[in-house]
C-alpha cells in the first residue's frame, strides 16, 4: 500500500462513525503517518469532520404535519455534501526553528515563484485540495537546535468537488401527540475495535397549540431535536446535537413542500499513537513532537453551525419520496425513501387524508 492510499485509508477510518467503548488501547498509526503533527492533522481532516458532521445531522424530517395516529415507518436517505474552495486549504504550522534565521535558511515554491524566509504558517491542501508545497530549509549551523531545521512535506489532498456522507437507515415511530422519533444505529465490526453511531431524532408539531393555521390544516409548523452519540474504543469519541423549527404544506394529492432552519454542533476528540521510533529515526523530523513521538491529538469538530434547507415529498400508498437541499458551510443534497409499514389508532386526524394504503 503506498503513501496516498495510506492516507485515503486513514481517512476512510476517521470517516467512520465511532464505535463501541472497550479497553482496547488507541489505534496506533505507522511510520509513515510522522508527517502529521497534531495541529497539521486537525486542519486536514477537520473538513471531512464537517462532511461527517453535516450528514448525520441530515434528514431529521420531511414535513412538519404528523398524523395524530401510532404508525412505523423505515427511511432510507443519502446526503451529499459539496466541499467550497475554502474548505480545500488549511494554514499548516511550520517548526519554531524556521522563525530564526540564524538556524535556517526557508523557502517555498508556489506557481513558479519563490518566497523566502517563510515562518509561522503556510497554506496546504486539506484532504480535501490538491497538491501539497514542501517548505524547505537549509540548517545554517552543525550542531544543536540547527540540525532539526530541515525541510518539511504535507500530505497532498485528493481534489474533490462533492462528498457522500454514510447513508442514513432510520426507524420512524410516530405518536397520536403528532410526534416522531426517529433511530439510527450503526454498528460497524471492525475486529477488536467495534464501530457503534446512535442517533436520536425527534419532531413535534406545535402550531394546534400556539393556535396557528386553525382555518388551514394543510400547514403546520413543528420544532426539532437530535441527538449523535460516536465512540471509538479509546481511540476517538463525539456528541453531536441540532435544533431548529420548520414548516410545511400539504395537498390532498400526496405532495408536500417544507422549508426550516437548523442549529447545529459536535465535539469530541481523537488520539492516535504513533509507531515506536526506530533509534536512527530520531532526528528525523524538524517538528520537536514528532521527535518525541507525542500521540495525535485532535478535537473532533465542524466547521458548521448553521443551515437553512427546503424540500418537497411526495407520498403514494405506503411510499414517500424526498427531496431537499440546504444552505450551509458544505451545502447539503439529500435524497430517500421511506416505507411505511403500518398506522393504527390514535384520534380522528385534522390534516390532509394521505393516500390509502389499501390496494
Known amino acids: 500500500m503506498n503513501y496516498h492510499h495510506r492516507i485515503a485509508a486513514l481517512a476512510a477510518v476517521v470517516l467512520l462513525p465511532f464505535g463501541w467503548a472497550s479497553a482496547q488501547p488507541p489505534l496506533e498509526v505507522e511510520r509513515e503517518f510522522n508527517i502529521f503533527t497534531s495541529q497539521s492533522a486537525a486542519g486536514y481532516f477537520k473538513p471531512l469532520l464537517t462532511t461527517l458532521q453535516e450528514g448525520f445531522a441530515s434528514n431529521i424530517y420531511h414535513t412538519a404535519n404528523y398524523a395524530p395516529k401510532w404508525s412505523i415507518g423505515l427511511d432510507l436517505s443519502s446526503p451529499w455534501m ?8 488549511f494554514s499548516a504550522q511550520l517548526p519554531d526553528c524556521y522563525s530564526d534565521p540564524r538556524l535556517a535558511q526557508t523557502a517555498d515554491m508556489r506557481s513558479g515563484t519563490t518566497t523566502r524566509g517563510i515562518k509561522g504558517t503556510v497554506v496546504q491542501p486539506t484532504y480535501y485540495g490538491t497538491i501539497a508545497t514542501p517548505a524547505f530549509s537549509v540548517p545554517q549551523q552543525g550542531s544543536g537546535e540547527a540540525v532539526f531545521c530541515k525541510t518539511v512535506g504535507f500530505a497532498e489532498g485528493h481534489d474533490v468537488g462533492i462528498m ?4 442514513n437507515i432510520q426507524l420512524i415511530v410516530g405518536a397520536p401527540t403528532r410526534t416522531e422519533l426517529r ?3 450503526v454498528p460497524v465490526p471492525e475486529g477488536e475495535r467495534s464501530i457503534l453511531y446512535l442517533g436520536f431524532g425527534l419532531a413535534q408539531q406545535v402550531n394546534q397549540w400556539m393556535k396557528l393555521f386553525t382555518d388551514d390544516p394543510t400547514m403546520a409548523l413543528a420544532a426539532s431535536f437530535s441527538l449523535h452519540l460516536f465512540d471509538w474504543s479509546s481511540t476517538a469519541s463525539a456528541t453531536g446535537i441540532t435544533a431548529g423549527v420548520h414548516y410545511s404544506k400539504s395537498w390532498g394529492s400526496g405532495l408536500s413542500v417544507m422549508g426550516g432552519t437548523q442549529f447545529e454542533t459536535i465535539s469530541g476528540d481523537f488520539t492516535a499513537v504513533r509507531e515506536p521510533l526506530d533509534p536512527s529515526d530520531a532526528q528525523v523530523s524538524a ?3 514528532i521527535r518525541r513521538n507525542d500521540p495525535i491529538t485532535m478535537p473532533f469538530e465542524s466547521l458548521n453551525s448553521f443551515r437553512v434547507v427546503a424540500g418537497g415529498s411526495y407520498r403514494t400508498s405506503v411510499v414517500e419520496f424526498h427531496l431537499d437541499a440546504a444552505v450551509a458551510a458544505q451545502p447539503v443534497l439529500s435524497a430517500g425513501i421511506t416505507f411505511w409499514l403500518a398506522q393504527w389508532g390514535g384520534e380522528t386526524s385534522a390534516t390532509p387524508p394521505t393516500p390509502s394504503t389499501e390496494p
Open 164 to 167: 457522500p456522507g454514510l447513508p
Open 287 to 289: 517538528y520537536e513532537e
Open 82 to 89: 459539496v466541499i467550497p474552495e475554502s474548505h480545500k486549504t
Open 183 to 185: 433511530i439510527r444505529v
